[in-house]
């Protein structure tokens, strides 16, 4: 997921999945497996996921699994997911809709408060459970949608 500088992963999949005619299946292959970068590969178009921790033979049968177009998941992974589909993240609130709004904005928390005329607190606050809700640890990893 992370080719490089400049280089995305996740915006390289979706590139390769939307190529017209025969687009490849793409098996993402990564140390990462948080709930947030295993979402933005899946959504992306990503065919499987698969962690680099996994034994060679579950590599070959990952690989042959996406190549025939079957999605290929690492066991935690796949248990990530599962998880995620038996306990959903609850939807964001309007004012958590707010601050998302204005973070994407690149306003740091006392801009944010100023905007809504709320505390930084309460901005902090917000925050926290917007982060719990995406799945991610700061403001750097949400994924934006546009």
Same mark, same amino acid.
């Given at each position: 997921?992370?080719? &490089?500088? %400049?280089?995305? &992963? @996740?915006? /390289?999949?979706?590139? $390769?999945? +939307?190529?017209?005619?025969?687009?490849?299946?793409?098996?993402? $292959?990564?140390?990462?497996?948080?709930? !947030?970068?295993?979402? #933005? !590969?899946?959504?992306? %178009?990503? +065919? %499987?996921? $698969?962690?680099? !921790?996994?034994?060679?033979?579950?590599?070959?049968?990952?690989?042959?699994? !996406?190549?025939? &177009?079957? *999605?290929?998941?690492?066991?935690?992974?796949?248990?990530?997911?599962? +998880?995620?589909?038996?306990?959903?993240?609850?939807?964001?609130?309007?004012?958590? #809709?707010?601050?998302?709004?204005?973070? *994407?904005?690149?306003?740091?928390?006392?801009?944010?408060?100023?905007? $809504?005329?709320?505390?930084?607190? +309460? @901005?902090?606050?917000?925050? %926290?459970?917007?982060?719990?809700?995406? &799945?991610?640890? /700061?403001?750097?990893?949400?994924?934006?949608?546009?």
């Amino acid at each position: 997921l992370q080719l &490089g500088e %400049g280089i995305d &992963g @996740v915006a /390289t999949t979706r590139r $390769l999945t +939307t190529l017209p005619d025969h687009p490849p299946y793409v098996l993402v $292959l990564t140390t990462y497996d948080t709930d !947030a970068d295993i979402t #933005r !590969a899946v959504e992306a %178009g990503a +065919t %499987g996921y $698969l962690l680099k !921790a996994e034994r060679p033979e579950e590599l070959f049968t990952a690989i042959r699994a !996406a190549a025939s &177009g079957r *999605t290929a998941l690492s066991p935690p992974v796949a248990q990530r997911v599962m +998880t995620h589909l038996r306990n959903p993240q609850p939807e964001l609130t309007p004012r958590e #809709r707010d601050i998302l709004r204005h973070l *994407t904005q690149g306003l740091g928390n006392r801009e944010i408060a100023r905007a $809504l005329f709320i505390s930084e607190a +309460t @901005v902090k606050t917000h925050l %926290g459970r917007i982060y719990q809700k995406l &799945g991610v640890e /700061t403001r750097a990893l949400i994924p934006i949608r546009r």
